[in-house]
C-alpha cells in the first residue's frame, strides 16, 4: 500500500449514507457469517434514525479516494445488558477498517473523532461490547481507555463488555 495516501475521514449525512449500509452489511458478513444470513439489523435498516437524526447517533466514514477502508459509529444505547450504565450512554459499534488497510493509524484516528464528536454532543458515557475471537480487539479498545467491566462466557459468542467516560 502507498505511503503517501490521502485518506477523508467524514460524518455521515442523510444524503450519502447508502455505502455506508453497504460497507457495514459487508463487514458484518466478514466477521460473522455463520449467523447473518442475508438479515439486515434494525440500525442500518432505519440508518437515519438511529446514526442521522438522533442526537445520541454518529456514523464516520473513511475513504480513500472514493471507496470507503473503515467505518465507525455510536448510537444511543439500548440497555439490553445489565451492566448499570448511565442513561445516557451511547454504544460504540461498526469500527472496521479494512485488513489492507490495518497498522496505519486509521481505526485510532477514527476513535478520536469518534470522541471529540461525543464530547462536542455532551455525551459523557460510552459502551461497546468485543469478542475474545477478535484479534487484538480487547487490547486495542484498551489503549483507547476502555476499561473491562464484565466478562460473559455464552453458548454463542464470548462477550467482553467494556466502558469509557469522557
Given at each position: 500500500?502507498?505511503?503517501?495516501?490521502?485518506?477523508?475521514?467524514?460524518?455521515?449525512?442523510?444524503?450519502?449514507?447508502?455505502?455506508?449500509?453497504?460497507f457495514?452489511?459487508?463487514?458484518?458478513?466478514?466477521?460473522?457469517?455463520?449467523?447473518?444470513?442475508?438479515?439486515?439489523?434494525k440500525d442500518l435498516?432505519?440508518?437515519?434514525?438511529?446514526?442521522?437524526?438522533?442526537?445520541?447517533?454518529?456514523?464516520?466514514?473513511?475513504k480513500?479516494?472514493?471507496?470507503?477502508?473503515?467505518?465507525?459509529?455510536?448510537?444511543?444505547?439500548?440497555?439490553?445488558?445489565?451492566?448499570?450504565?448511565?442513561?445516557?450512554?451511547?454504544?460504540?459499534?461498526?469500527?472496521?477498517?479494512?485488513?489492507?488497510?490495518r497498522?496505519?493509524?486509521?481505526?485510532?484516528?477514527?476513535?478520536?473523532?469518534?470522541?471529540?464528536?461525543?464530547?462536542?454532543?455532551?455525551i459523557?458515557?460510552?459502551?461497546?461490547?468485543?469478542?475474545?475471537?477478535?484479534?487484538?480487539?480487547?487490547e486495542?479498545?484498551?489503549?483507547?481507555?476502555?476499561?473491562?467491566?464484565?466478562?460473559?462466557?455464552?453458548?454463542?459468542?464470548?462477550?467482553?463488555?467494556?466502558?469509557?467516560?469522557?
Amino acid at each position: 500500500m502507498a505511503v503517501n495516501m490521502t485518506l477523508y475521514y467524514q460524518l455521515v449525512g442523510k444524503s450519502d449514507y447508502r455505502s455506508a449500509v453497504e460497507f457495514a452489511l459487508y463487514t458484518r458478513q466478514l466477521l460473522f457469517p455463520e449467523i447473518y444470513h442475508g438479515q439486515i439489523p434494525k440500525d442500518l435498516q432505519n440508518f437515519e434514525q438511529h446514526y442521522v437524526y438522533d442526537p445520541l447517533g454518529c456514523f464516520i466514514t473513511v475513504k480513500d479516494q472514493n471507496r470507503i477502508i473503515g467505518t465507525i459509529a455510536y448510537r444511543a444505547y439500548d440497555h439490553r445488558f445489565d451492566l448499570n450504565l448511565p442513561l445516557n450512554t451511547v454504544e460504540v459499534v461498526k469500527l472496521f477498517v479494512l485488513p489492507e488497510y490495518r497498522r496505519n493509524g486509521i481505526a485510532t484516528m477514527l476513535c478520536k473523532m469518534l470522541f471529540s464528536h461525543a464530547k462536542n454532543h455532551a455525551i459523557t458515557s460510552l459502551y461497546l461490547h468485543t469478542h475474545p475471537f477478535l484479534p487484538a480487539a480487547e487490547e486495542f479498545w484498551t489503549l483507547q481507555g476502555f476499561e473491562v467491566i464484565q466478562r460473559e462466557w455464552t453458548d454463542t459468542y464470548d462477550t467482553i463488555h467494556m466502558s469509557k467516560s469522557l
